[in-house]
């Protein structure tokens, strides 16, 4: 997927800035393997630091355990696998909420006594130039998680759901940078996490219930491969209520090439099918936008009608009402979409219409959110329809719920 970021103007493939904006790490986090070879670890090359002393072996060290790390393969260095037994290595689940448990001031309140399941991917929160992929046990990594993405994205769904939310070695920006040099192998890994998650939570949490999947960018690129594994024709896709892949290069000819029997969510009470949107502000090169979806569904499935972006306005929920004015807003977070305090909601603040299959939206200068280079709105493609999602969720679970009585 590619989204216009500060290194470039793209919305697939390279999505190395649209990761929270966060401290850049440098170092390993706690648990990855070091990238040095035992037998090299007394390696001590001679250089002079500046102050003119001869033995420079610990500068040598340091040089050479980067270059090293430089061409190691994410597998090989790669943390270890999280073992979803154990409770630390859920963001959230049912008894241990965490950030998932936030209600944004102004919003519905939780639901008490939820029929339906979430289970939610975050997108990419780790930023490093080292690293592949994240260490599951990285606290900091984790709590910038949890304040950044858990509690404006997974948090919405508490209006109507239990949440599920594995801790998983998310691809780090350093992936999306290269993905032709290892870029890929790391998401490989990152989505390995996120199927046995789901696994997990499918043999030992979901007897029977019905689901939501949802996912943001990152997260959203392992859910639509968790629909296309693990969902399109099989008996769980009766169980599946609705999947918010949002923020991804997700195209029109997708439902029929990619998914057999999986449709595109067409109206606010569809069921079993699936949303998508791209945020961003008018003035935005759509063409080039449009360009980058079609060129990897034509790789995939030639040239054709169906390399068009998918779009649904989550401000009606409904293709046949593609415009929507800022009267119908239910209700935006404001602000920088950080790891700070959740400020409250923000009724009718953003007008939104779906233009060439992108979500075109006007929003407010009182939101003050922070867009990318080139207009994108990615980071905030969850915060400016919060309480549209919300309502949205619980209505689609309610429907689902009263037509399988």
């Known amino acids: 997927m590619t ?66 790390q430089a061409a190691a393969t994410p597998a090989s260095v790669a943390p270890p696998p999280p073992d979803y037994n154990r409770a630390s290595n859920w963001a959230a689940r ?148 609705a999947a918010y892949v949002i923020g991804i290069d997700l195209t029109v000819g997708e439902f029929g090439a990619r998914y057999k029997t999986l449709q595109p969510c067409l109206t606010p009470t569809q069921t079993g099918c699936v949303i998508a949107w791209n945020s961003i502000l008018p003035g935005g090169d759509l063409a080039r936008l449009g360009a980058g979806f079609a060129a990897r569904y034509v790789a ?24 929507a004015p800022a009267s119908a807003a239910k209700g935006a977070v404001p602000g920088d979409p950080d790891a700070g305090p959740v400020q409250a909601l923000v009724p009718n603040a953003a007008a939104a219409r779906c233009e060439q299959g992108f979500l075109i939206v006007e929003p407010a200068s009182t939101l003050a959110l922070k867009p990318l280079p080139g207009g994108s709105l990615h980071y905030h493609d969850f915060g400016l329809f919060y309480a549209d999602i919300r309502a949205n969720a619980l209505l689609r679970a309610a429907t689902w719920t009263k037509g399988s009585r």
């Not at 500060?6 to 190395?16: F, K, Q, R, V």
């Not at 706690?30 to 001590?44: H, I, K, T, V």
């Not at 995939?300 to 401000?315: E, Q, S, V």
Request: with cysteine; proline share 8%; charged share 20%.
């Open 300 to 323: 995939r499935y030639g040239d054709n009608p169906g390399k068009a972006p998918f779009c649904i306005n989550p401000l009606t929920f409904d293709a046949a009402r593609p415009a």
């Open 94 to 241: 049912p008894g241990a909420e965490g950030a998932a448990a936030t209600v944004v001031p102004g919003a519905s309140a939780a639901v008490a006594r939820p029929q339906v399941d979430v289970f939610y991917v975050n997108p990419t929160t780790y930023r490093s130039d080292t690293n592949w992929n994240q260490a599951v046990d990285d606290a900091e990594a984790n709590a910038w998680t949890d304040g950044s993405v858990v509690a404006r994205q997974a948090g919405i769904f508490n209006g109507c759901c239990r949440i599920y939310a594995p801790r998983y070695r998310q691809a780090s920006t350093r992936a999306f940078r290269a993905m032709a040099g290892g870029g890929e192998e790391a998401f490989t890994i990152a989505y390995g996490d996120v199927l046995r998650a789901f696994d997990h939570y499918l043999a030992h949490d979901n007897h029977g219930r019905p689901f939501i999947l949802v996912g943001h960018s990152q997260g959203a690129r392992h859910v639509a491969q968790l629909l296309e594994d693990r969902v399109d024709g099989r008996p769980l896709a009766r169980t599946l209520v």
């Open 3 to 68: 989204f216009p970021c500060p290194a470039e103007l793209t919305i697939a493939g390279a999505i190395a800035q649209a990761g929270r904006p966060r401290r850049r790490r440098q170092c390993s986090p706690a648990g990855q393997p070091s990238a040095l070879p035992r037998r090299w670890r007394g390696f001590a090359p001679r250089w002079p630091f500046a102050d003119g002393r001869k033995d420079g072996a610990m500068w040598g060290w340091m040089v050479g355990t980067l270059l090293l």
